[in-house]
């Protein structure tokens, strides 16, 4: 058995090169948020549930980003609504979260047009 039944690690990375980044899309906030809320519903600690700071996961261009494991749920998120159906739904009940959750594999590059 794990320490931890689940393990949420949100991604806080800062790009300056312009590309897209979780910080820049509040991350940090929405980390904090589910922080608190994981404790206040007695979740939190040993056998229960960790919210913790990721640096990079490399799926910033689809982020806001957090993951979960063990099971390995990738999700996006726009605000704390989103993260506290993410905690009530997955966390809590066991269930994936379809309308958040992002695809298990990298998106296809486009094919160069033959124009």
């Not at 922080?35 to 979740?43: F, N």
Request: proline share 5%.
């Amino acid at each position: 058995m794990s320490y931890y039944k689940h393990h949420v690690f949100f991604c806080l990375n800062v790009r300056d090169e312009g590309r897209p980044c979780c910080a820049h899309r509040d991350a940090q906030a929405m980390q904090e948020h589910a922080k608190k809320r994981v404790k206040a519903l007695g979740l939190a600690g040993a056998g229960g549930c960790r919210i913790n700071k990721a640096g990079c996961l490399d799926r910033c261009e689809e982020g806001p980003v957090a993951v979960v494991y063990p099971e390995g749920v990738w999700y996006t998120y726009v605000d704390q609504a989103d993260v506290d159906e993410i905690i009530d739904r997955h966390i809590v009940k066991g269930e994936v979260v379809e309308r958040l959750r992002l695809p298990d594999t990298a998106p296809v590059a486009a094919a160069p047009s033959k124009a």
